[in-house]
C-alpha cells in the first residue's frame, strides 16, 4: 500500500528542483546517483513488499497495488505503462495507468482499463474501461493537456464500432473533466494514427505523434498533424533508412491513409514505400532530438530480423533524419546467459522493453526478460573506440520476482525517484513500485 501519507512525492519533487546533484563519487551522477548492482537477482528470494535487488541509499515502496485498487477480480490487472498530469494545475499528482488484459483470453468480459492513482494520498480508481479495448499498453500525457493511450494487439478480435474495418490496434485520446483529472470528461479513437499493434507513444515540440508496431518485422511511424493538438486530420509517415539496411540516412515516406486505417502495417510495406522492418519495436522516449526505440528482439548482427537478444536504437529527427544503434549486446553491454543446474548466470541485457527519459538526459531501459533488469545509459556518454556506442551501461536494479516483468519505467516530477510496475507478479498482486533515493 501507499506509504507517504501527508508528506507527498509532489510536495517532495517541489524541493527537488532546487536540491543539487547527491552522491557526486558515485559512478553514476546525477539526481539518481548510483553504484551499480553487482548482478541480477537470479534465484533470489522475493519480497513482495521489496521485489527489486536495488543500489545502496536506495528504497523502495508499493505506490498502488491490488489491495486498494482491484480491477479484475480473480486474475492479475496487468498494469503496463504510467504517465502523470505533467502540465496544467496539481501537474505530477496524479498518475493514469493502462491495464492490459485481453478479453477473452484473459477471463474477462470488462476489457482493458486506464486507472488513475493519487499520489497525495495513495487512492485509486478506473477513469475509463470498455469491453472492446485489448491489451492497453502505451500511454502518454500530451502538451495539450489530454492522455493518449493505445492497444497492443497484432489481430483485433473486438473491433471498435466506430472503426470496425480496423485490423489492429488503435490510439483512444482522454479528454479529462477541467477541474477534475480523475475523471473522463470523453474518450475518441484516433484512427488516422494507424491501426497496428501499438505500445510506445511519443510526442515532439511540434506535436508530431510517434507510434510503433509491436511485430517481429515492425516499423516506426510519425503522424503530422494538420493543427497542433487535432489529432482529427494529418498524415501518418514510416520510416524508411534509405541504404535499404537498418542504420544510416533515412525519411519518412507518407502512407496511404484508407489503408493505414484499416492496417498501417500493410500501407508501409506497400509499393514506393517499404518501410524499415525491425523486430518487435515497443517503447519509444524522446530526447532534445532523437528518438529511442526498444527493439526487444533485434539482433544487430542479423540483418534477418530472426530474433536476438534486442537492441536499443536512436533516431535523429532532424532535418535530416538517421538511424543508428545505441545499446546491443556485445557491442557497450554483455550478453546474458541464464543459470542453470550448477552453473551461474551472467548477467547481460536482453529483451528491452519499456524506456525512461531522466530528468538529466539520461536513458533508462527496462526489460521484458526473467529477473527483469533496469539499466542506464547515458547517450552522450564517452565512446573511446569510436564504434559509435557510448561505452558504459549501468546496472541500476533487478527484479526478484521471476515469472513477472518490469514495465512502464517513468520519471514523474520528482527527479530523485523512478516509477516501475511489476506486471503478472508470482505473488498475484500486481502493483506499481516506487524506487527512489530520497529519505522517507
Known amino acids: 500500500m501507499f506509504e507517504m501519507t501527508k508528506k507527498t512525492l509532489l510536495s517532495v519533487s517541489i524541493a527537488a528542483a532546487f536540491a543539487g546533484t547527491a552522491c557526486a563519487e ?5 539526481p539518481m546517483a548510483f553504484d551499480p548492482i553487482p548482478g541480477s537477482a537470479y534465484n533470489a528470494v522475493n519480497d513482495p513488499a521489496e521485489p527489486w535487488v536495488i ?31 505533467e502540465t496544467k494545475k ?20 470488462s476489457g482493458g482499463a486506464v486507472s488513475v492513482v493519487d499520489l497525495q494520498d495513495g487512492t485509486a480508481k478506473v477513469v475509463v474501461q470498455r469491453a472492446d479495448w485489448e491489451a492497453l499498453d502505451g500511454i502518454v500525457w500530451t502538451p495539450w493537456h489530454t492522455v493518449l493511450f493505445a492497444e497492443e494487439t497484432i489481430n483485433a478480435a473486438f473491433p471498435d464500432p466506430q472503426v470496425p474495418q480496423a ?25 488516422l494514427l494507424g491501426t497496428l499493434s501499438h505500445e510506445g507513444l511519443e510526442i515532439d515540440a511540434e506535436g508530431n505523434v510517434y507510434v510503433i508496431d509491436e ?5 516506426i511511424y510519425k503522424f503530422v498533424p494538420e493543427q497542433y493538438g487535432d489529432l482529427s486530420s494529418g498524415q501518418l509517415y514510416a520510416l524508411r533508412v534509405k541504404n535499404g539496411g537498418k542504420t544510416g540516412e533515412a525519411e519518412w515516406v507518407a502512407l496511404d491513409m484508407t489503408q493505414a486505417q484499416i492496417s498501417a502495417r500493410v500501407a508501409a510495406q506497400a509499393e514506393g514505400v517499404k518501410a524499415t522492418k525491425y523486430c518487435r519495436p515497443e517503447d519509444m522516449e524522446r530526447i532534445a532530438e532523437t528518438l529511442y526505440v526498444a527493439l526487444t528482439c533485434e539482433d544487430v548482427n542479423n540483418a534477418a530480423n530472426t530474433g536476438g537478444p534486442g537492441a536499443v536504437l536512436a ?6 533524419p538517421s538511424v543508428k544503434y545505441l545499446v546491443a549486446p556485445g557491442k557497450n553491454v554483455s550478453f546474458e546467459t541464464k543459470p542453470a543446474t550448477g552453473v551461474p ?45 557510448p561505452d558504459d551501461v549501468h546496472l541500476f536494479a533487478s527484479l526478484k520476482d521471476k515469472p513477472a516483468e518490469g514495465t512502464g519505467i517513468y520519471f514523474g516530477k520528482d527527479p530523485h525517484t523512478l516509477y516501475v510496475n511489476v506486471q503478472h507478479s508470482g505473488t498475484g498482486n500486481d502493483k506499481t513500485m516506487a524506487i527512489t533515493n530520497r529519505a522517507e
Open 26 to 30: 558515485s559512478t553514476v551522477n546525477g
Open 55 to 85: 543500489p545502496e541509499g536506495y528504497r523502495q515502496f508499493i505506490v498502488s497495488d491490488e489491495s486498494n485498487l482491484d480491477i479484475y477480480s480473480g486474475i492479475a490487472d496487468w498494469g503496463d505503462m504510467n504517465t502523470v498530469n
Open 90 to 109: 496539481h501537474a505530477g499528482r496524479y498518475m493514469y495507468r493502462t491495464h492490459e488484459v485481453r478479453p477473452g483470453s484473459d477471463a474477462t468480459a
Open 167 to 191: 485490423q489492429s490496434g488503435l490510439v483512444y485520446e482522454l479528454k479529462l473533466v477541467d477541474g477534475d483529472p480523475t475523471a473522463a470528461e470523453s474518450v475518441t479513437v484516433r484512427p
Open 215 to 219: 511485430d517481429r518485422s515492425g516499423s
Open 315 to 320: 533516431v535523429n529527427l532532424g532535418d535530416t
Open 345 to 389: 548466470g551472467v548477467t547481460g541485457f536482453k529483451g528491452p522493453d519499456n524506456l525512461a527519459n531522466s530528468p538529466d538526459g539520461k536513458l533508462w531501459i527496462v526489460e521484458d526478460n526473467d529477473w527483469s533488469d533496469i539499466w542506464v545509459v547515458d547517450p552522450n556518454g564517452a565512446d573511446a573506440n569510436g564504434d559509435g556506442y
